[in-house]
């Protein structure tokens, strides 16, 4: 009566690893309990979570570096591994929330966001291939895209392509305040997507900003986009508010790869309660103002009874 925050697994989103081959589920060493699933695997995984009433998935590829190129030709390559898991789970449960991931990173031999020349990201002509890859995966059945890219533009230009192919009913949740944070390492050990060079920071946000976090917002929202993201979420709970406060779209927060293995190493040290530790930061994030959370710790919370 008196808990001013609830949260429901209808708040969760659970992100999935997925990588070639059949029975594979490996761990990756630096997110224990989190697992690279080949597509059988996979099914098997998006079963057993929608036995738990989890029911929205965000995919992200580890894709053979042998397969990688500068301009991420394989992200949009008929029958590449990745359009064959959206289908492949939207064929086997239709009423699981599939959310995709548009960008070129894991496909990228330079492991950008976008398309480097000469050390720098060319953003006009990465728009385009972006815009392929997000109606790739609504023609595999993808219900909501997230352009994770951090490209200028890019929400507007992806939701006419979406339009003029047909597809104005995939909605575009956008990775709005996406920043420059060390809390992406154990994502980029899951996926082999490093940068091979320089950083993400003339396209990635400084940590050290605030009213940037808006403009991107406004921008955003007048291109078009369903759902604002706000990423890492601990150290950007400030950044949720006002989001939630100045906007009326939905919120959403990644709860990211650092994030969620800061508080593994502290638990198997026996250093923090693990259960306490997670529920309290999942139950901030929410209260800061984020209904869509994206979070390692969506299934535990829920084969747990966490809620
Ligand atoms: C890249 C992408 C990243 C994450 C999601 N999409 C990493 C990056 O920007 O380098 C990180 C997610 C996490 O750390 O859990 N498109």
Redesign the pocket.
């Known amino acids: 009566m008196v808990q001013e925050t609830q949260i429901r697994a209808s708040n969760l989103i659970f992100?999935l690893f997925i990588v070639e081959g059949d029975n594979v589920r490996s761990e990756v060493g630096s997110m224990p309990g989190i697992y690279r699933y080949s597509i059988d695997n996979l099914l098997r995984e998006v079963e057993s979570c929608m036995e738990l009433g989890l029911r929205a998935f965000d995919l992200?590829p580890n894709i053979d570096e042998t397969l990688k190129d500068k301009y991420a030709t394989a992200s949009t390559k008929e029958g590449g591994l990745y359009l064959r898991a959206i289908a492949a789970v939207k064929a086997r449960f239709p009423e699981a929330c599939v959310i995709t991931?548009?960008?070129?990173?894991?496909y990228s031999s330079d492991?950008h966001?976008g398309i480097v020349e000469n050390g720098e990201i060319l953003n006009d002509e990465t728009l385009v291939i972006l815009g392929r890859m997000a109606v790739a995966h609504a023609q595999a059945g993808a219900d909501i895209v997230a352009p994770?890219?951090?490209m200028d533009g890019r929400i507007g230009y992806i939701r006419n392509v979406l339009d003029e192919n047909g597809f104005t009913n995939v909605s575009l949740m956008s990775?709005t305040a996406?920043y420059?944070?060390a809390?992406?390492?154990?994502?980029?050990d899951?996926?082999n997507?490093?940068?091979k060079h320089g950083d993400?920071k003339t396209y990635?946000m400084n940590p050290a900003n605030q009213r940037e976090a808006l403009i991107e917002a406004e921008l955003d929202s007048r291109e078009g986009a369903d759902f604002l993201m706000v990423?890492?979420a601990l150290a950007y709970l400030d950044i949720i508010k006002s989001l939630n406060d100045d906007f009326d779209l939905p919120i959403a927060a990644?709860?990211?790869?650092?994030?969620?293995a800061m508080i593994k190493a502290s638990a198997q040290n026996g250093w923090i309660d693990e259960q306490r530790a997670t529920m309290e930061v999942l139950t901030g994030i929410r209260r800061a103002g984020a209904t869509a959370i994206?979070t390692?710790h969506a299934k535990e919370v829920l084969a747990n009874k966490w809620l």
């Open positions: 992100p992200f991931d548009v960008a070129m990173d894991p492991g966001d994770s890219d951090m990775y996406k420059a944070s809390f992406y390492g154990p994502f980029r899951a996926l997507s490093a940068p993400k990635q990423k890492p990644y709860n990211v790869s650092g994030e969620y994206l390692y």
